[in-house]
């Protein structure tokens, strides 16, 4: 469904981010990747949006080359980004309005029901806590029914609670249409919450150290003795970048 084919991304000053990086991801699937800082995960998820090119190597979705932005793949980012001047219910119908109207209703109230908003659609991105606010930036982003949803670190700026409350609410979204989710993430406990595979990835240049399975259905048990072992595999693998990755106070 998405594959990255020897991707390498060299900058302008000769820095080396990604070096011949090769991945499938199939339909539907929850991939994460977690890696220390510099390992290029953020030039990764870029790439794939069509945000930026790569300097060798091939980006498809369905055997089309990404090569730019395009309707097939959405984002989200680490901060809402919603429309002060739109109310909530247009900020997520915003992508759709080329629908006809009673779909494009019909998509964001269903939308509102699944993030706990029902009724609050006319309510103004201002009157959000950040939480809720995310929310809605879900929402919009998974109401188009892209194929392919990249999320950014979607969640590190809330607090613990707000954040689990969201991985659910992502989940619920998901559910709906299935698309195929690339998470970003320094935070090995969410990685292993949400997602099918982890890719942890190795800096300088930026690479793949290892792709562990997750086995365990929705909703995972914290602290499971499955849970525990792939985290522990995943340190290893980070080894000295363990220390620029969000990680539980035991394994600090």
Known sequence: MLRLDAISKTY???TQALAHLTLSVGAGEILAVVGGSGCGKSTLLRLIAGLDRPSGGRIEVDGETIAAP???VGIVFQEPRLLAWLTVAQNIGFGIA???RPER???IQAALERIGLAGHGNRWPRELSG???QRVALARALVARP????LDEPFSALDHFTRADLQQHLIALWEDTRPTLVLVTHDIDEALALADRVVVMQPHPGRIGAILTVNPEYPRAPGSPEIEALKRQILNVLGPA???A???AAAE
């Open 70 to 72: 395009h309707p097939a």
């Open 242 to 244: 363990r220390s620029h």
């Open 12 to 14: 302008p000053t000769g």
């Open 246 to 248: 969000a990680l539980p």
């Open 98 to 100: 080329h629908l006809p």
């Open 131 to 133: 939480g809720q606010a």
């Open 147 to 150: 194929r392919v949803l990249l």
């Open 105 to 107: 209703e019909a998509r």
